[in-house]
Nanobody
Framework: QVQLVESGGGLVQPGGSLRLSCEAS????????IGWFRQAPGKEREGVLC????????????YYADSVKGRFTASRGNAKDTVYLQMNSLESADTAVYYC???WGCGYGMPSGDFNWWGQGTKVTVSS
């Protein structure tokens, strides 16, 4: 069974950091582009960033939301079943449920319809 599970969310103060994990079962994440999305209360889901599969890693990170550039980065774990989202300098506007998702590639603008597999989300609250 193909499954993605996010973890690492929680409450953090403004200016703090969190690292979210996206762990896969049933498939090898190295072969897929991985997108991180978020949905804030009362708002639509938005793409945060997308990283290409390992074979296309030289393409870099083809998509970053402007609001997270310079603060968020994604990386792959040594095991082939985990991807991380490192979030630094967190702001209250980053409060949301964060989702990871897998696709065959990072399309222009990171459309959510490209992503076939989704996790259940992990909640991040940035508040003092």
């Amino acid at each position: 069974q193909v499954q993605l599970v996010e973890s690492g969310g929680g409450l953090v103060q403004p200016g703090g950091s969190l690292r979210l994990s996206c762990e896969a079962s049933g498939f090898n994440l190295d072969y897929y582009a991985i997108g991180w999305f978020r949905q804030a209360p009362g708002k639509e889901r938005e793409g945060v960033l997308c990283i290409q599969s390992v074979d296309h890693s030289s393409d870099g990170v083809p998509y970053y939301a402007d609001s997270v550039k310079g603060r968020f980065t994604a990386s792959r774990g040594n095991a082939k079943d985990t991807v991380y989202l490192q979030m630094n300098s967190l702001e209250s506007a980053d409060t949301a449920v964060y989702y990871c998702a897998a696709a065959w590639g990072c399309g222009y603008g990171m459309p959510s319809g490209d992503f076939n597999w989704w996790g259940q989300g992990t909640k991040v609250t940035v508040s003092s």
